[in-house]
Nanobody, 127 residues
Framework: QVQLVESGGGLVQAGDSLRLSCAAS????????MAWFRQAPGKEREIVAA????????YYADSVKGRFTISRDNAKNTVYLQLNSLKPEDTAVYYC????????????????????WGQGTQVTVSS
């Protein structure tokens, strides 16, 4: 079992930065592939970024490449998402997700493969 709690969201202006954190509890965090998803009103939940449990591999959606950075600290059971150069279209609820995997280099990008989800944190970007 993994429990996930996101934090760090807020209301910012276009061009600003935010850092989201996802604190995990449970014995299997160190062997969990992690990801950040987001869901805007009226839209499907979409992947933003993903990271393998060894942190050797990452994935980014095209819409955030070069602006967002995913990272993790397994000693602190925490995964981060650094959001730079924010745009109004980044406005959404951001969710952290975890999937147990035997492969330390696996990056999981499909929503339905994830086993655990946080409650989400709101990011609002004004123009």
């Amino acid at each position: 079992q993994v429990q996930l709690v996101e934090s760090g969201g807020g209301l910012v202006q276009a061009g600003d930065s935010l850092r989201l954190s996802c604190a995990a509890s449970g014995r299997t965090f160190g062997s969990s592939a992690m990801a950040w998803f987001r869901q805007a009103p009226g839209k499907e939940r979409e992947i933003v970024a993903a990271i393998s449990w060894s942190a050797s591999n990452t994935y980014y959606a095209d819409s955030v490449k070069g602006r967002f950075t995913i990272s993790r600290d397994n000693a602190k059971n925490t995964v981060y998402l650094q959001l730079n150069s924010l745009k109004p279209e980044d406005t959404a609820v951001y969710y952290c997700a975890a999937k147990n995997t035997w492969n330390p280099r696996a990056v999981v990008t499909t929503r339905y493969e994830y086993d655990y989800w946080g409650q989400g944190t709101q990011v609002t970007v004004s123009s």
